[in-house]
């Protein structure tokens, strides 16, 4: 890979990807040319917990998955609007984040598919309770926001 396919004009790029929901908000970060899946939020307290996240991992590219339409659609292009007039010098992204849930389940039940001895539905409420599928879903829309900015990226 290029040098400059991960770096935004001087800084290199770190980039924090967003899967925000009702009860879980999935994390994932980019650095050093690799997408890390990080924990999922639960609760409410999103923004603080998103703030501390940036403030930690020096974070200067956010990616926001959004819906095409629906409540959740609206409740996050206010955390856009929040997150922009917070942190003017980081570049925040907004994609479309249609069906990255249901790839982030397929993921899973293809991990489920090389592991022995459990249940397939077991195992995907498993993900799901412990906020796995959450978190898959965020690094799946960090990967189109890096796409968007023509950043690579491993796995």
Same mark, same amino acid.
């Given at each position: 890979?290029?040098?400059?396919?991960?770096?935004?004009g001087d800084k290199a790029v770190v980039?924090?990807?967003?899967?925000?929901?009702?009860q879980k908000t999935g994390m994932a970060l980019y650095k050093n040319g690799v997408v890390h899946i990080l924990t999922t939020i639960v609760g409410k307290q999103v923004l603080p917990a998103i703030i501390k996240a940036i403030h930690d991992h020096n974070v200067n590219v956010v990616v926001l998955g959004v819906p095409p339409y629906g409540d959740m659609r609206s409740k996050i292009l206010q955390?856009?609007?929040? &997150?922009?007039?917070?942190?003017?010098?980081?570049?925040?992204? &907004?994609?479309?984040?249609?069906?990255?849930s249901k790839i982030a389940r397929f993921e899973v039940s293809a991990?489920?598919?090389?592991?022995?001895g459990v249940n397939r539905s077991k195992f995907l409420r498993q993900a799901k309770r412990r906020g796995k599928l959450d978190s898959r879903a965020a690094a799946f829309i960090l990967k189109m926001g890096l796409d968007k900015l023509?950043?690579?990226y491993e796995i």
């Open positions: 890979m290029c040098p400059s396919s991960k770096h935004i980039a924090l990807g967003l899967d925000v929901g009702t955390l856009h609007k929040d &997150l922009v007039n917070r942190f003017p010098n980081i570049n925040i992204i &907004l994609v479309n984040e249609d069906k990255t991990e489920y598919a090389v592991s022995s023509g950043v690579e």
